[in-house]
Structure formats: structure tokens, C-alpha cells
Nanobody, 123 residues
Framework: QVQLVESGGGSVQPGGSLRLSCVAS????????MGWFRQAPGKEREAVAA???????FYHNSVTGRFTISQDNAKNTLYLQMNSLKPEDTAMYYC?????????????????WGQGTQVTVSS
């Protein structure tokens, strides 16, 4: 089993920044790939970024250059630094764990999910 707990969401103005955190616990072999997804009201949940055990990173085109995914293995914590936030970034953000990042954008590849943290970007 893997447990994931997100934090760091909130409300921010356009152009602002937020850092999301996700503390992971449980079977390390089942979380070689860690990802962030988001879901806006009325929309499908979409992959935002992922990082594998070799620290290779993957990003959705819409966040490349603005978001940075990283992890601190000593703290078992995954981060998502979000800069230059836009209103269209508003969504519930979820941390997720998978065995591999081969299909990092595929929701069904992730077996474990956090409860989500809300990000709202509005003036």
C-alpha cells in the first residue's frame, strides 16, 4: 500500500506562485513514478507533470517553463512549484503514484492517489 497526502493549495492572483507538497509513505517499489494531476470542474482529470526514480521529469505542454516537479527522497516528499499561474490553472490538484512513468500521462497507470488540494487563480 501507498499513502499520499497533499498540501499547499490556496488562492493566488494571476502571475503568482504556489508550491504543492505530497508526502508519501508505504511500499517504495510501487511509487517509482510520482505524478501530479489536476481536474477542473466539468473537465477530465489531466496529467500535469511526473518524475521517475532517475529524476527524469515530464510535463504537460501547458505548464512547461512555468511548473517544476521535484522530490526529496530523504523526506519522502514530492513537490510541484507553480509559477506564473494563470486562471486556467484553477483546479483540484492530485498527487499520484505508479510503478513506472512509461505512460506517465495515463490516469489508469497510477494505482495510488491523494485526496487533492485546491488551487484557485483569480484576480
Amino acid at each position: 500500500q501507498v499513502q499520499l497526502v497533499e498540501s499547499g493549495g490556496g488562492s493566488v492572483q494571476p502571475g503568482g506562485s504556489l508550491r504543492l507538497s505530497c508526502v508519501a509513505s508505504g511500499h517504495t517499489g510501487r511509487r517509482n513514478c510520482m505524478g501530479w494531476f489536476r481536474q477542473a470542474p466539468g473537465k477530465e482529470r489531466e496529467a500535469v507533470a511526473a518524475i521517475d526514480a532517475a529524476r527524469k521529469t515530464f510535463y504537460h505542454n501547458s505548464v512547461t517553463g512555468r511548473f517544476t516537479i521535484s522530490q526529496d527522497n530523504a523526506k519522502n516528499t514530492l513537490y510541484l512549484q507553480m509559477n506564473s499561474l494563470k486562471p486556467e490553472d484553477t483546479a483540484m490538484y492530485y498527487c499520484a503514484a505508479a510503478v513506472t512513468c512509461w505512460y506517465w500521462e495515463t490516469r489508469s497507470d497510477y494505482n495510488y492517489w491523494g485526496q487533492g488540494t485546491q488551487v484557485t487563480v483569480s484576480s
